[in-house]
């Protein structure tokens, strides 16, 4: 159930981190969303690993850490692909 989740959420967080921190990227929607699912699962491990939150199904803090992940995710894609922030 954990890694769905996070998959799930990544969904939406992609969707949310860009609306969050708009701006020209290349990929549109579809690498936006993959960028979500991505720093989702990210930001679900090491929470997890740091302690700081767990995956224990649908709740808000989950939403928080993956919008969180997805967030720094999608920074450090603007940083590597030349995109602007």
């Given amino acids: 159930m954990g890694i769905l989740a996070w998959i799930f959420f990544g969904l939406i967080a992609g969707i949310l981190a860009k609306w969050i921190m708009p701006g020209r990227d290349g990929?549109?929607?579809?690498?936006?969303?993959?960028?979500?699912?991505?720093?989702?699962?990210?930001?679900?491990?090491?929470?997890?690993?740091?302690?700081?939150?767990?995956?224990?199904?649908?709740?808000?803090p989950s939403m928080g850490i993956s919008i969180v992940g997805a967030l720094v995710l999608l920074f450090v894609y603007r940083q590597f692909a030349g995109g602007k922030s």
């Fill in 27 to 60: 990929g549109g929607f579809i690498m936006t969303v993959v960028l979500g699912i991505a720093g989702s699962v990210v930001g679900g491990f090491i929470s997890t690993k740091l302690g700081i939150g767990s995956v224990s199904g649908f709740n808000l």
